[in-house]
């Protein structure tokens, strides 16, 4: 097992971020849009978006719902 770290975690939450972000915007949907769909406030989806938050279970499959997308196209790279 390997830990990667405070500074790994960080940049694994910007990378979850980033990609929530690049789903969302492809889908067309405004942060708003997105948190109201999940159940979220957009505060959090926002932080979340930003690398600032890091995210359950829960918030991760209820992001993949609203975008309508499976869970682990979340962690994806590759195109929106």
């Known amino acids: 097992m390997s830990y990667t770290g405070a500074q790994g975690s960080s940049t694994h939450r910007l ?4 990609r929530v972000r690049a789903l ?6 405004s942060q708003e849009g997105l948190a109201e769909a999940a159940g ?3 505060t959090y989806v926002s ?3 930003r ?3 890091n995210v359950g279970l829960d918030n991760i ?4 719902d609203a975008l309508g997308v499976e869970p682990a196209r979340l962690f ?3 195109d929106g």
Do not use: I, Y
């Open 40 to 42: 979220l406030h957009r």
């Open 61 to 64: 499959h209820a992001l993949a």
């Open 24 to 29: 969302r915007l492809a889908a067309g949907m």
């Open 51 to 53: 690398g600032q938050r």
């Open 15 to 18: 990378v979850f971020g980033d």
């Open 76 to 78: 994806a790279e590759g």
């Open 47 to 49: 932080s979340l978006e």
